[in-house]
């Protein structure tokens, strides 16, 4: 069972949206989450069950999708955003894709 | 509100056993599943293993061998060992709350554990 995130590296603006995909090599229903990781710090929590946001997330994170595609919306880059995000499913040991890194363009 | 802090040796000599505790503040470790998950640059996020306030455990085939968890809820803490050390397992070691059966939503600060002689 493998995620495999797209693109690796996104170069955006603050203001712009940010699409960022996840696939699955199987089907995942949609028990999906997303983490948002800084440099030196945890993961944490964005996004679970594909489309619910965590306590405290704000709402310009959105999550969507089912079965195999996923994606992670930020609809207005805010500067502390730009960090790696991760998704990851149960199968396999809790598995994790391997990160897209959202850096400022 | 719920505060994870762990702490641990950071540098170990091959051959040696990893150890490192986790402290669960604003929260009680029993009803959920804490993990043991690490990264890596290379292999990325791994868990490792798992266990519940009854003591029950799942541990990654791929680390089982070494590996051995513990908890004390009179402390509210939960210990990782991890025996037998190499390179390889130099890595950013976490402590976390498995919530609903597969995603972690409250974490350790995270305690980087390099492995060289």
């Known amino acids: 069972f493998v995620l495999t995130q797209s693109p690796a590296t996104l170069s955006l603006s603050p203001g712009e949206r940010a699409t960022l995909s996840c696939r699955a090599s199987q089907s995942v229903n949609s028990y999906l989450a997303w983490y948002q990781q800084k440099p030196g710090q945890a993961p944490r929590l964005l996004i679970y069950d594909a489309s619910n946001r965590a306590t405290g997330i704000p709402a310009r994170f959105s999550g969507s999708g089912s079965g195999t595609d996923f994606t992670l919306t930020i609809s207005s880059l805010e500067p502390e955003d730009f960090a790696v995000y991760y998704c990851?499913?149960?199968?396999?040991?809790?598995?994790f894709g391997q990160g897209t890194r959202l850096e400022i363009k | 509100q719920v505060q994870v802090q762990q702490w641990g040796a950071g540098l170990l000599k091959p051959s040696e056993t990893l150890s490192l505790t986790c402290a669960v503040h604003g929260g009680s470790l029993s009803v959920y599943y804490w993990s043991w998950i690490r990264q890596t640059p290379g292999k990325g996020l791994e868990f490792i293993g798992e266990?519940?306030?009854?003591?029950?455990?799942n541990y990654n085939p791929s680390l089982r061998s070494r590996v051995t968890m513990s908890m004390d809820t009179s402390k509210n803490q939960l210990s990782l060992n991890l025996s037998s050390v190499t390179a390889a397992d130099t890595a950013v070691y976490y402590c976390?709350?498995?919530?609903?059966?597969?995603?972690?939503?409250?974490w350790g600060q995270g305690t980087l554990v390099t492995v060289s002689s």
């Open positions: 990851q499913h149960l199968t396999n040991w809790y598995t």
């Open positions: 266990i519940n306030h009854s003591g029950s455990t």
């Open positions: 976390a709350r498995k919530y609903r059966g597969y995603f972690f939503d409250y």
